[in-house]
């Protein structure tokens, strides 16, 4: 039967263009089956018991996390909680976890990350931390790679969209954040059309060598474009900043068009010694502006707010030679710098060449001052006077480049959905590997550093169609391994991810598996709320606030019977967790709380808040199989009506076990 095409179909289809590119390839699905060769299982075969020989962290996208991955197996090793909630471990719920997700607009229980950034030592990652952005609330956030936990969260002011972040400096000096959106500064009510006049970007230097010690030292003010990507100079260029934007048009609507009208935008390339340098001398201003820093005491393990309230703004119209605009064409995305530092790779997405700049010639354009003109203070530099070349022809929607330390670059190809490997100095494309389907992020472990291990390739796919067995309308994103040890790249394995891991990283194993910390040792707790033992356990009253402190050990919770508590009261429950050993963890339910439950890693003090609604008597129990008398581990809870007689009593102490025995004698 011959189904006639409606108008509105012949639309649709004239319309999806791209996605008929991408969908194009799933016709060859059988071919690309026989693409992985014979050895390919057993070069991602980890044996049972053994080891992967990567990390890798991926970010989880819209769902504010990141995951973290053994490489070559492809298996999920966990998921370490940022800027959302997370049920596994109780973040976000407990009172010790919460202030960590405080903003100047409120608690925010879920935000979008994108881009994870191992620290660096002398341009190499050392496994001390991942840092992470979160976009949509712009923050950036530390993980303790010695835990995989989240330590401490730092919001950027003036600030709306902070997707180019959170990229470091080579010895991890400052980590970075650049608006996407440009807004008003400081953001104030003014009609939307007044942009030209009224919007501007920043970029935020946030130093990042201290724990618990985050600050934006300096931010720059620039045209109000959209800043999208960034990446630090290293070896030569050690000293600079380059960042990605877009809009250069100033397009306030339909951006899709108005701002893809100009041939070529920007890279901004920053002197951030020149920045430092103008803020000592005083010419940067101080600005009032209010934004948080969360971060964990390491003794108690409690997580603190502070509100800071001031930052320093430098104008590079009053400081001169701090930023330079390298013409880029096309709207450029991702801006990488090879592993010497001599060249900045752009990713134009609607570019048909991908152009690098070389940083030896923008030092000499500057030098000569070979400016086409001056925006805002900055000077735009001669596109011929920086360019070290182009790749032509090298695909179709270039977006990211990640470098194997053997003189090639790997392109991801959004549209044409492939991976391109060329060469650098000759720009000649020598290898390229269709995805299935739609790169975006490609990842080299070390890929983006001084010195990359340039043994795989994980491509991150937008689109997973028919990849893995159907799962509705939603399919999890897809991951592709490719070993690139060879001249041509070799496809290993498919692997499904959590999210849409935009960016990942990744190291050996060997940096950071014998540094894990196996349990928090009790002799270091510091929280006031610690139990260290069962006789220290306990109730006390504060007018309608109860606080019990209770410990848990295989297998029970002591103490396990409380009375005294009336409606009306807000009831703490402060459990330690007093095992001293690797792995055995122990949680905490208790009937009609309205926050879910505790997880108690070994050593670790936690609390749940719960405000019981009416009189009863409520079970708790630990939710973490411990022991083989796990279902043994449970205690009850009494709950009197208000103003009830019933004496305050948890049954572990001297001191409840005489209240106890009074309480037993009123009878
Ligand atoms: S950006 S591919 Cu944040 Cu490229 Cu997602
Ligand atoms: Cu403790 Cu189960």
Known sequence: MKIPMTRSAGLAIAGIVAVGIIYACAGQRTATTNLVTGDAASKVYVAPGSYDEYYAFMSGGYSGQVSVYGLP????????????????????????????????????????????????????????????????????????????????????????????SPFTTPNTKYVVSATRFSVPIPNTDVAIDSYKKNFKGTLSFI???Q??????????????YNYDLGHAGKGPSDGWFFFTSYNSEQANTKLEENASQNDKDYIAAVNYKRAEECVAQGQAKATTTEYYHNYVDPGSRQAKSEKKTSVKIVDPANCAGVVYYLPTPKSPHGVDVDPTGEYIVAGGKLATVIPVHSFTKLQKAIADKAFDKTVDGIPVLKYDAVMAGEVQKPGLGPL??????????????????????????????????????????????????????????????????DRYLPTGPEMAQSAQLFDISGDKMKLLLDFPTIGEPHYAQALPASLIKDKQVKFHKLSE?????????????????????????????????????????????????????????????????????????LILQPGETRTLTWIPKGPGVYPFYC???????????????????????????????????AQLAEAKKEK
Not at 211 to 224: N, R, S, T, V, Y
Not at 446 to 452: F, M, T, W
Not at 529 to 549: C, F, L
Request: aromatic share 10%; proline share 5%; hydrophobic share 35%.
């Open 73 to 164: 197996s492809g298996r999920l090793l966990k998921l370490v909680p940022v800027f959302s909630q997370f049920a596994e471990d109780g973040y976000g719920y407990d009172a010790e976890t919460k202030p960590l997700l405080e903003t100047t607009y409120g608690f925010i229980p879920w935000d979008d990350s994108h881009h994870p950034e191992l620290s660096m030592t002398d341009g190499v990652p050392d496994g001390r931390w991942l840092f992470i952005n979160a976009n949509n609330t712009p923050r950036i956030a530390r993980i303790d790679l010695t835990r995989f936990e989240t330590d401490e969260i730092i919001q950027i002011p003036n600030s709306a969209g902070g997707h180019a």
């Open 400 to 465: 990211h480049t990640e470098f194997d330390g053997k003189g090639y670059a790997y392109t991801s190809m959004f549209i044409s959905s492939e991976v391109v490997k060329w060469k650098l100095g000759t720009w000649e494309v020598v290898d390229r590997a269709p995805t299935y389907y739609s790169i975006g992020h490609l990842m080299i472990p070390g890929g983006d550093s001084k010195h990359p291990w340039g043994k795989y390739l994980v491509a991150m796919n937008k689109i997973t169609k």
């Open 207 to 209: 130093t990042a060598d």
């Open 623 to 657: 939710t973490d199989f411990c022991s083989a008398l796990h279902q043994e581990m449970q205690g009850y809870i009494r709950v009197s009506p208000a103003g009830s007689s019933v004496k305050l009593m948890a049954n572990v102490s001297k001191k409840t076990q």
């Open 525 to 597: 707790n510091t929280s006031p709320w610690m139990t260290k033992s069962e006789a220290d356990g306990g109730i006390t009253r504060n007018g309608k606030h109860i606080d019990i402190k209770m410990i848990a050990i295989r297998s029970h919770f002591a103490p396990d019977n409380i009375e005294g508590v009336q409606v009306g009261d807000t009831v703490n429950f402060h459990v330690t967790n007093i095992e001293q050993d690797w792995d055995i963890l122990h949680g905490f339910a208790v009937l009609g709380a309205q926050t879910s439950e």
């Open 211 to 224: 724990p618990g010690k985050m600050d934006i030292a300096f931010q720059i003010l620039m045209p109000g």
